[in-house]
């Protein structure tokens, strides 16, 4: 499936109010559409540089460029006009999602043929076993995962789990630390923010536990609280920073889940999403004293 998304570029002048001024030539800025005003362009110009006393923008040579965006790795369905998008990576036996963790391994518990001894002539049944770490494949972080005090999966509603809102964050390619400059032009308060790196592609690779891969900064979480988000999802290894410099230090974790704000990782498929007009849906099995758990995450696209 495809979808559409928009592009300004623009030569801008902004002056400020204790003088002096800056100049900007080609700057490119996502846009919701392919209708935007000059001064909503030049609001959102400021708000993604993170500016302020700015008594004037002067937008001239504003072109739009339409892009698709296509479904890549993603699966989709259409259903009464609204679009399904798959956003989970497929759990089977023995792959890995983090290296060094147990993998999960899919067994028979009740075979169809051994079924038969307990059912009517014709009646068969199958029964699988998996035995597995809670972090396998894309799964949902709730509080308790870093907080001893924090609520299980049982103790967070749906509505912070199904059928939200979502914005997607487009991270720039070779970009690491998404920080508060990279998310200030998303509207965020009640929505699901998900973090587009690509890093997805590389998934099940030695490539995959990188140090350079992208994550969120506590900064950025900060930012994301304050702002109202409601959850936040990555299509990377980990929402915080895994090299050898952050000496384990797992601030985004901390932040948003100190806020009761879930967190999903190891996403895929975001390429296939428009940058808002869809909602996100990443809902576990309640399940006592757990932290973590896998999850069918998708989105609706109308």
């Keep these: 499936m495809t979808g559409r998304w928009y592009r300004a570029r623009f030569d801008a002048e902004i002056s400020f109010a204790d003088g002096g001024g800056l100049r900007t030539e080609g700057f490119r800025l996502d846009i919701p559409g392919p209708d935007i005003a000059d001064d909503e362009l030049a609001a959102l110009l400021v708000r993604h540089l993170g500016l302020s006393r700015v008594t004037g923008v002067s937008i001239s040579g504003k072109t739009i460029v339409e892009e698709p965006h296509q479904g890549g790795r993603g699966m989709a369905a259409t259903v009464d006009g609204r679009r399904l998008v798959e956003l989970s990576h497929l759990i089977t036996d023995g792959m890995t999602t983090l290296p060094g963790w147990p993998v999960p391994r899919i067994t028979d518990w009740l075979t169809r043929e051994a079924s038969r001894a307990n059912y009517a ?141 879930p967190i999903v990782e190891h996403l895929t498929g975001l390429d296939a999403l428009p940058p808002t007009g869809f909602r996100f849906t990443a809902a576990p099995p309640r399940v006592a004293g757990m932290g973590t758990f896998p999850v069918r995450a998708f989105a609706t696209v109308d």
């Design 121 to 261: 002539p014709g009646v068969e049944f199958h029964v699988a076993r998996i035995d597995m770490v809670a972090n396998t494949g894309t799964y949902l972080d709730v509080p308790a995962h870093r907080w001893a005090d924090g609520a299980d999966l049982t103790g967070v509603p749906l509505d912070r789990l199904a059928d939200l809102p979502g914005v997607l964050v487009r991270v720039p390619a070779g970009t690491r630390a998404v920080d508060p400059l990279l998310l200030a032009p998303y509207e965020v308060a009640g929505r699901a923010v998900l973090l587009h790196t690509g890093w997805d592609a590389h998934f099940g690779t030695d490539r995959y536990p990188a140090a350079d891969a992208p994550y969120l900064t506590g900064a950025g979480a900060q930012w994301l609280v304050e702002a109202g988000v409601t959850l936040v999802g990555i299509d990377s290894i980990n929402i915080d920073d895994m090299s050898p410099a952050a000496a384990g230090e797992r601030p985004a974790h901390s932040v948003l889940l100190a806020a009761g704000i």
